[in-house]
């Protein structure tokens, strides 16, 4: 059986950024009190040093709409080939701040604001975290698999598995 290990403020915004830099790439979710909620994929552009995660969006978008009438969403992370799971839960929050669209400024984001930095249509969003929960291996890719290996021989669970409460 998996271990349960709670992190808490540095520790946890460190598991964080850990586990955003290697997935990137998340379901965003709005409208998260009805089902079907929304949801899309977004490209994560930062988690800063408050565990405060940062994405780039169309101000015209519908996901913007939906976060000006509700802002709760659910971020969703997931790479099951090594096992890397994160769940976050929080508000949103859209801005315009030229600063921080300064920062965030990537040559793949050119593709959406043909404009560049300056277009009139960008807006950023930061999440802050309400809960946070995250899975993940104790030793990493190679050995989870060869305990899988080898509980499939034995017969026996041998679960490399580690998950916990994450609190910034």
């Known amino acids: 059986m998996g271990q349960t ?13 850990e586990l955003v830099k290697d997935i990137t790439t998340c379901m965003f979710c709005t409208e998260v009190e009805n089902l079907p909620f929304k949801t899309r994929p977004m490209a994560t552009l930062d988690v800063d040093d408050e565990g405060n995660l940062w994405f780039m969006s169309s101000r015209n978008s519908n996901k913007n709409d939906e976060i000006k009438t509700d802002d709760r969403v659910q971020l969703i ?21 030229k600063e921080k669209i300064d ?5 793949f984001a050119k593709a959406w604001f043909q404009e560049g930095k300056d277009d009139p249509n960008i807006s950023v969003i930061e ?4 809960e946070v929960y995250y899975w993940d291996t104790v030793h990493g890719k190679m050995i989870s698999l060869l305990k ?3 509980s499939v021989v ?9 998950e916990g409460n994450i609190s910034v």
Do not use: C, Q, V
Not at 77 to 97: C, P, Q
Not at 103 to 107: I, K
Not at 127 to 130: E, L, R, Y
């Open 77 to 97: 992370y997931a790479k099951g080939g090594n096992s890397h799971f994160l769940s976050i839960s929080g508000k949103a929050r859209i801005t315009k701040d």
């Open 148 to 150: 899988i290996a080898a």
């Open 103 to 107: 920062e965030l400024w990537n040559t």
């Open 5 to 17: 290990k709670n992190l808490h403020n540095e520790e946890g915004i460190k598991k964080i950024k």
């Open 127 to 130: 999440i802050i975290p309400d």
């Open 154 to 162: 034995s017969g026996k669970t041998m679960d490399d598995g580690i």
